[in-house]
Each structure stands twice: as C-alpha cells, then as structure tokens.
C-alpha cells in the first residue's frame, strides 16, 4: 500500500514539474519581441518576417446601390429574370407559328387591298368630272374679263390718269411688299438656322446621355464580373456617392488608420473590409415607375468585415523555412504554416495555411474575409511553438523537397535567405558606387565573404555579394541597419552581423534530431502499438511466475513480439500504397469555355 502511495505522490509531482514547464515556456512565447522586424532560429532553418497586425472584425456592416434598368441593359440581368420580361424578348424561348394562319391573314389582306384599288378608281372619277366642270366656268369669267376690258378703253382721259397714279401706287406698294417679303424671308432663314442649332443640340443632349449611360453599363459589366470571380470591386460607384460611402463609414464606425495603412489610397483601404457582395434584380411590377420605361431595377448589395480597435490584435508573421542537406537529402521543416498571429495579452495564435490565403492581404495593411480559429498558445502548431519557446525540437519533423540547390529566398530588401550544398561559398562584397579620391580617378574597396551553405544574410546598402552562380545585391533604402533577433536556449538575442550562419545549428542534432515526418494516422497507429508494447511487458514483468507458467513465459513474450512486428509491417505497407496512390490522384477541373 506505501508502494501505491509513494508511486501517486510521484505522479503527480512529475504532473506538477511539466505544468510549471509548460506554463515557463507559454510565458517565453508571451515575452517575445513581436516588434522585432525579423525573428529567426538557426537550429531549424526557419526565419520570421513581421507583417504588421492584425484584428479580428466582430461586426458587419452593409449598404445597398440601386441602378434602373431599361431595355438597353437586358444583357446585364439574370437570364432567368430576363426571360420573365417581355422587352427582353432576346432572352426568350421562340415558338414556330402554323402556316395556316399566315395563308388566311395574306388572303385577308389581297382582298383589302382590291377593295381599297376600287375605292380610288371612283373617286378618281368623280375628281375628273369636278376638274372639268371648274374649267368651264373659267372660261366663262375670262369672256366677262374681255367684255370688261372692252368697255375700259372708253373711259375718259381723268379716268386713265386715275390709273397712272394708281398703278405708280400700286408699283411702290409691291416694291414694298417685295422688300418685306425679303426680310420675311431672311428671317426665315435665321429661323431655319436656330431651328438647326436647336435640333444639333438636342442631338448632342441625346448622344452625351447615351455616352453617360454607356459608361455606367460597362462600369456595372466590369463590377458584375468582378463580382461573380469573387473580386471585391466599388467600381459600380458614382465617384460622389463613393465618397459618401467612405465618409458614412468612417464615421459611423470610428475606424482608425495605422500607419502602414496610411501609404494606401482610403478606397483601397474600405474595398479590403469587403467580405460579400450580392447582386440582385428588383422587378418593375414590385414598384411604381413614374416614367413607364424601367424594367427593373439592378441593387448591389456590399458587406463589410469592421475590426473592432479595442480588441487585442495579433502580431502577424510570415513562416519562411530554407532547404538544406539532411541524410544526403534536400530536407525542410514539414507542415509550418505560411502565416501565424500571436497575440501577447490573449496568450493565443492564429495560423494561416497556403490554402488559406485567397482571401488574406499581408502587403500594407493585414485584412482577411475569414479569420482563422483562435488557439491558447500550447495547444496550436506544437512545432512551431517549440521553435519559439527556444527549447527541443521534439515534435518537429523534416520532409523532403523537390528545390534545387543552390535555392535563394530574398526576405526583403537587401535580406537574404541562402541554401548550397554542403561547401563554404568564397564571395566578393562590391560597391554599386566607385569611390572617387585625389590620388587615383576611380577604386573600389573588394571584400571578401565566406557564405555557410545555409545562411541569413543582410546585404547593406550600396553592395553586391558575388557569389558563384548568383548575385546579392544590397537594400535600396540607405543608412539602414539590420536587426534580427535570434532564438537560442530560451532565450532571445539582437543581431547585428550581416552573415548569420545557420548550418552550423541545422548540422547539429543537439537540439533537433530531424525524424522524416510521418502522416497522422500512421503516426497514431505506431504509437498506439507501442504503448500497447509497453502496456504487455509491465503487465508480463510484474506478474510472479508460477512453476507451471516459468517454462511458458519466453514463448507467450515471444509471440506477442511477433504479432506486433506483423502488425506495424502490415501498417507500413498500407501506408505506402496509400501515399503512392496520392502521388497519382489528377484532378480534372470544370472548364469554363463554352
């Protein structure tokens, strides 16, 4: 019984000995310089680039845009909304008529036609009939018109004077109607011209609100294709209801801008918070048009992701790891994240894997759609915590790489991340710029550099390293220094050398022992098998053998021994069929022509 006290009172002394170490090494991961530009350790090949942060929206808000639609813009409605609209008569399904009635309604409109022929010919009768009666008595009037003139000359001579003075009267009176029927005339043709100017103005009226709404169809085009290929877009936007929307949000919302986004135009800022758009189609029949010209109406519904800035953010970091030679193989840290958050106050991370990242920016300002799930530091990437915490690597696993040597990874400007075979590689420093001095017209100072096979190295501004085979050539921002902090021993440490040799730590197996990385089930498996193992032998060992069992007991440990190494045999096979079938799977995607 002091036996069974003894063993509890160890187990949970060794219980309380892991939790202070785990809570050490949370602790360790929470005091991480975040601020730091760069974060790397040797020991597994990998380098930390800082992003800027990032938060996690918590609310969502969303507005609506609204275009009328006519019969112009068919083409940009849904086809099944366009079909139920009879304008739209392009979209519909065409049905063939019987000939029948086509041959009734041309007999129908022959007999019109003959009935209408026959109606004129009488009337045309009747016209000529009138004509000639109207010549008769012209005729008549001109014989009264000689009888009058004959009677005229035996007027008296004061009578023809008369005459004169009237017919001079007459002459300026038709002088005077000549001149106003010129400026009658005149005016006529000013009035034709203003007519003209009118009537060109009105054209050009008609042709610059065709350009309008021409260019609003081909901006709603482009945003409906945007949209549909999962682009945020606001290019649907007047330029002053833009504005309006910016500003609203801004405002409603109390959104502040950092300083890496302040680089940014704001629009670009607010299309990052998109996070859905939706097009839909309103019906005329479910409104009253005042004008009778509409169809519809096209609304563009905008969803925005609004990050909320008294929330803790998460530092945001890009995971970049360096091939190197491991077992006479080109080897890299397996299964690392392509970005992870780590959030200091929360003691919690976020990971992004290379799936993950459609809907992700990490340039000037971190946004993403979709926020991963958040884990209590301890409890996400066991790996990469561990690298973090500075301590063993004892769930890191390595997998190989199809990379060729030498491979060279720029982590931003004038910082390089290198990996050659196993040789030291002798490079020059050059300066870009010659020195100019009084003894000599032009030198330059040649240094040389010994570059491990796997390194960080910082290139300062105004050189090139010449390498075998490739060139590093310097940062193009001046007078800057490199800081890189170094994870060693439970520690960190600020770097300042330009050469930071990695295979050194990478060549050692004191803190990684570099096990191939096995895929989880199998993994599972092994490991079930081998607690197991160790289950039967404590079992085995600790049972007093009797005198009838002592001569059974090597043959019992004998075939268990033999049904496991069966059993992990039969495991490995399987998993070995399984990956090579993998190694074949093509996936056929849908084409979208035709």
Same mark, same amino acid.
């Given at each position: 019984?002091?036996?069974?006290?003894?063993?509890?009172?160890?187990?949970?002394?060794?219980?309380?000995?892991?939790?202070?170490?785990?809570?050490?090494?949370?602790?360790?991961?929470?005091?991480?310089?975040?601020?730091?530009?760069?974060?790397?350790?040797?020991?597994?090949?990998?380098?930390?680039?800082?992003?800027?942060?990032?938060?996690?929206?918590?609310?969502?808000?969303?507005?609506?845009?609204?275009?009328?639609?006519?019969?112009?813009?068919?083409?940009?409605?849904?086809? !099944?909304?366009?079909?139920?609209?009879?304008?739209?008569?392009?979209?519909?399904?065409?049905?063939?008529?019987? !000939?029948?009635?086509?041959?009734i309604i041309t007999i129908g409109t022959s007999a019109l036609a003959l009935g209408t022929a026959t109606a004129s010919m009488i009337l045309t009768k009747n016209l000529e009939k009138k004509v000639n009666q109207f010549q008769h008595n012209i005729k008549i009037i001109a014989d009264r018109l000689e009888l009058g003139e004959a009677r005229m000359i035996q007027f008296e001579k004061n009578q023809m004077q008369l005459g004169m003075i009237l017919q001079q009267s007459e002459n300026l009176l038709n002088s005077t109607i000549n001149q106003v029927n010129?400026?009658?005339?005149?005016?006529?043709?000013?009035?034709?011209?203003?007519?003209?100017?009118?009537?060109?103005?009105? /054209?050009?009226?008609?042709?610059?609100?065709?350009?309008?709404?021409?260019?609003?169809?081909?901006?709603?085009?482009?945003?409906?294709?945007? =949209?549909?290929n999962n682009k945020p877009t606001l290019g649907f936007l007047h330029p002053s209801d833009l504005q309006l929307v910016i500003k609203t949000i801004l405002q409603e919302n109390n959104v502040t801008v950092s300083n890496m986004a302040e680089q940014i135009p704001m629009v670009e800022l607010i299309t990052k918070l998109i996070i859905r758009q939706q097009i839909d189609f309103v019906p005329a029949e479910l409104y009253s048009d005042i004008n009778n010209i509409e169809i519809g109406k096209l609304t563009f519904t905008t969803f925005y992701a609004m990050?909320?800035?008294?929330? #803790?953010?998460?530092?945001?970091?890009?995971?970049?790891?360096?091939?190197?030679?491991?077992?006479?193989?080109?080897?890299?840290?397996?299964?690392?994240?392509?970005?992870?958050?780590?959030?200091?106050?929360?003691?919690?991370?976020?990971?992004?894997?290379?799936?993950?990242?459609?809907?992700?920016?990490?340039?000037?300002?971190?946004?993403?759609?979709? *926020?991963?799930?958040?884990?209590?530091?301890?409890?996400?990437? /066991?790996?990469?915590?561990?690298?973090?915490?500075? *301590?063993?690597?004892?769930?890191? !696993?390595?997998?190989?790489?199809?990379?060729?040597?030498?491979?060279?990874?720029?982590?931003?400007?004038?910082?390089?991340?290198?990996? *050659?075979?196993? /040789?030291?590689?002798?490079? =020059?420093?050059? #300066? /870009?710029?010659?020195?100019?001095?009084?003894?000599?017209?032009?030198?330059?100072?040649?240094?040389?550099?010994?570059?491990?096979?796997?390194?960080?190295?910082?290139?300062?501004?105004?050189?090139?390293?010449?390498?075998?085979?490739?060139?590093?050539?310097?940062?193009?921002?001046?007078?800057?220094?490199?800081?890189?902090?170094?994870?060693?021993?439970?520690?960190?440490?600020?770097?300042?050398?330009?050469?930071?040799?990695?295979?050194?730590?990478?060549?050692?197996?004191?803190?990684?022992?570099?096990?191939?990385?096995?895929?989880?089930?199998?993994?599972?498996?092994?490991?079930?098998?081998?607690?197991?193992?160790?289950?039967?032998?404590?079992?085995?060992?600790?049972?007093?053998?009797?005198?009838?069992?002592?001569?059974?007991?090597?043959?019992?440990?004998?075939?268990?021994?033999?049904?496991?190494?069966?059993?992990?045999?039969?495991?490995?096979?399987?998993?070995?069929?399984? !990956?090579?079938?993998?190694?074949?799977?093509?996936?056929?995607?849908?084409?979208?022509?035709?």
């Amino acid at each position: 019984m002091s036996c069974i006290i003894k063993k509890k009172n160890i187990i949970w002394i060794w219980g309380a000995v892991l939790l202070n170490m785990n809570l050490v090494h949370l602790q360790l991961i929470s005091n991480i310089n975040t601020t730091g530009l760069i974060i790397t350790a040797p020991n597994a090949g990998i380098v930390l680039l800082h992003k800027g942060h990032y938060i996690p929206s918590d609310h969502v808000i969303y507005n609506t845009a609204m275009f009328p639609m006519t019969t112009n813009t068919c083409y940009l409605l849904p086809i !099944r909304e366009a079909r139920k609209i009879p304008a739209c008569k392009d979209f519909a399904i065409l049905t063939r008529h019987k !000939r029948l009635i086509t041959d009734i309604i041309t007999i129908g409109t022959s007999a019109l036609a003959l009935g209408t022929a026959t109606a004129s010919m009488i009337l045309t009768k009747n016209l000529e009939k009138k004509v000639n009666q109207f010549q008769h008595n012209i005729k008549i009037i001109a014989d009264r018109l000689e009888l009058g003139e004959a009677r005229m000359i035996q007027f008296e001579k004061n009578q023809m004077q008369l005459g004169m003075i009237l017919q001079q009267s007459e002459n300026l009176l038709n002088s005077t109607i000549n001149q106003v029927n010129q400026h009658s005339s005149t005016l006529e043709a000013f009035q034709k011209q203003l007519n003209d100017y009118q009537q060109n103005l009105l /054209t050009l009226q008609h042709r610059v609100i065709e350009n309008n709404q021409d260019t609003v169809h081909r901006f709603l085009s482009l945003a409906i294709h945007d =949209i549909i290929n999962n682009k945020p877009t606001l290019g649907f936007l007047h330029p002053s209801d833009l504005q309006l929307v910016i500003k609203t949000i801004l405002q409603e919302n109390n959104v502040t801008v950092s300083n890496m986004a302040e680089q940014i135009p704001m629009v670009e800022l607010i299309t990052k918070l998109i996070i859905r758009q939706q097009i839909d189609f309103v019906p005329a029949e479910l409104y009253s048009d005042i004008n009778n010209i509409e169809i519809g109406k096209l609304t563009f519904t905008t969803f925005y992701a609004m990050p909320n800035d008294q929330k #803790p953010h998460f530092n945001i970091y890009k995971v970049i790891t360096g091939p190197f030679i491991h077992n006479n193989k080109v080897v890299r840290l397996a299964q690392m994240p392509s970005y992870i958050g780590i959030n200091q106050k929360s003691n919690s991370s976020i990971t992004w894997t290379s799936d993950d990242l459609s809907t992700c920016t990490f340039d000037q300002i971190t946004t993403c759609r979709e *926020t991963p799930a958040e884990k209590p530091l301890g409890l996400g990437n /066991t790996c990469l915590e561990q690298i973090l915490d500075g *301590t063993k690597l004892i769930s890191c !696993r390595t997998e190989e790489t199809k990379l060729d040597l030498p491979h060279i990874q720029q982590i931003q400007s004038g910082q390089w991340l290198i990996s *050659t075979n196993n /040789t030291y590689l002798h490079c =020059i420093r050059v #300066p /870009t710029q010659p020195i100019l001095t009084s003894r000599t017209k032009i030198w330059s100072e040649n240094s040389q550099v010994i570059v491990p096979p796997v390194a960080l190295i910082s290139v300062p501004n105004g050189t090139t390293i010449h390498c075998p085979g490739f060139n590093l050539p310097g940062s193009i921002i001046p007078d800057t220094k490199a800081i890189i902090n170094i994870i060693k021993n439970l520690s960190q440490i600020e770097e300042n050398e330009e050469i930071i040799d990695m295979h050194k730590e990478l060549n050692s197996n004191a803190t990684w022992e570099k096990l191939p990385y096995v895929s989880g089930d199998v993994d599972a498996l092994i490991q079930h098998m081998l607690s197991q193992t160790t289950q039967v032998s404590r079992h085995i060992y600790m049972t007093p053998p009797d005198n009838q069992d002592s001569k059974q007991f090597p043959i019992l440990h004998y075939i268990v021994i033999g049904i496991l190494v069966v059993v992990i045999i039969i495991a490995l096979v399987t998993w070995c069929i399984k !990956r090579s079938a993998a190694s074949k799977i093509t996936i056929a995607l849908p084409s979208l022509i035709g």
